[in-house]
């Protein structure tokens, strides 16, 4: 059991059907939910807004605090998360921000009560994983995986015909934490649905195998690309409808948060066009991006030394062979 206390706040996803009358109502004059490009629900303005205005609040009551979750859930995400991480903390940030969102997302309190209802399988129906999905490494194949970083390694190597022996290692150490990493993450989704199969299956809430353990994995996707981290304190806030973090090369908003206030807000980091989108939503984003963001690599942002190109080599490679074997199943 995790005894650490760890002052994280995560702010949780809100559910789709509420999502839209409360935003509609409280929200109308700068801000409406949408419908992006690719099919995924976002943020947009609804009429020009200057930098630095409050764009969206967000009441705490929608905030889940992560301060000593004695759950077993959080205990295999400590264990299987970064077992060569020597940051004992940062793992523990991490693995109970991934037990808390799966137990939300799946509405398992931990009580082990089991409530999975109509507005949760409506929340996970919103995001377009079918879509995406052979974009995410954490669905990829061990075999994907492997050629993928073969070929990353290769290419990056062949580009610096006068790399020294400490930049190659560096490369291949790289590569190899990056596989570590995917296939944690995966071992996560796989734990979190056996845990929570019988339990699922005796309130008869859900009938598939396939549909629990694809729920795990997305949930645990959703929390290592969907944070954002704040100050030394290390706090982390989840939002996964309205996604502060961006993940693209110009946030258009940040989270701020003041001592003794009630509501989270989400303020404007530059002027914003009317009908310009707030947050980057769940559609398909720009392939290193997805990539990096769900898991490949410990740090979101790329490195721009040898091992950094070998990594974005090994993403668009393993992109387009899982997309390859997305339209060839019996490929691999």
Not at 20 to 28: E, I, K, N, R
Not at 55 to 83: F, K, M, N, Q
Not at 303 to 330: E, M, V
């Amino acid at each position: 059991m995790i005894k650490r206390k760890l002052g994280a706040v995560f702010a949780t996803a809100m559910l789709h059907s509420r999502l839209t009358t409360a935003l509609a109502v409280q929200h109308s004059a700068l801000a409406d939910v949408g419908t992006d490009a690719f099919g995924g629900k976002g943020l947009f303005a609804k009429q020009d807004i200057q930098a630095g205005l409050s764009v969206l609040d967000i009441s705490r009551a929608d905030i889940i605090y992560g301060c000593e979750p004695h759950s077993y859930l959080a205990d295999v995400t400590v264990r299987r998360l970064s077992p060569d991480d020597d940051n004992e903390s940062q793992r523990g940030f991490w693995s109970i921000a991934a037990a808390l969102v799966c137990s939300r997302l799946l509405e398992v309190p931990v009580a082990s009560k089991l409530g999975v209802g109509p507005s949760v399988i409506s929340y996970i129906s919103q995001l377009p994983w079918d879509d995406c999905m052979w974009q995410l490494p954490i669905v990829w194949s061990e075999s994907v995986l492997d050629q993928a970083l073969i070929y990353g390694t290769e290419m990056a190597l062949a580009e610096d015909l006068h790399a020294t022996h400490e930049s190659s290692a560096d490369v291949f150490d790289t590569c190899l934490k990056a596989k570590r990493r995917v296939l944690n993450l995966k071992q996560i989704g796989t734990e979190l649905a056996e845990v929570l199969l019988p339990i699922l299956h005796q309130n008869g809430c859900l009938h598939s195998d396939d549909v629990i353990m694809l729920t795990c994995h997305q949930a645990v996707a959703l929390v290592f690309s969907r944070t954002h981290q704040k100050g030394s304190a290390g706090k982390l806030a989840l939002l996964p409808f309205f996604d502060c973090a961006n993940h693209m090369d110009d946030s258009n908003c940040r989270l701020s948060e003041s001592e003794g206030d009630d509501r989270l807000h989400m303020v404007a980091e530059r002027n914003i066009k009317k009908g310009e989108e707030l947050t980057i939503s769940y559609g398909i984003a720009y392939a290193l991006a997805a990539f990096c963001s769900y898991g490949f690599v410990p740090d979101p942002l790329i490195r721009g030394d040898l091992a950094g190109k070998a990594i974005q080599y090994a993403a668009r490679k393993g992109q387009s062979l899982a997309a390859d074997r997305s339209l060839n199943p019996g490929k691999d």
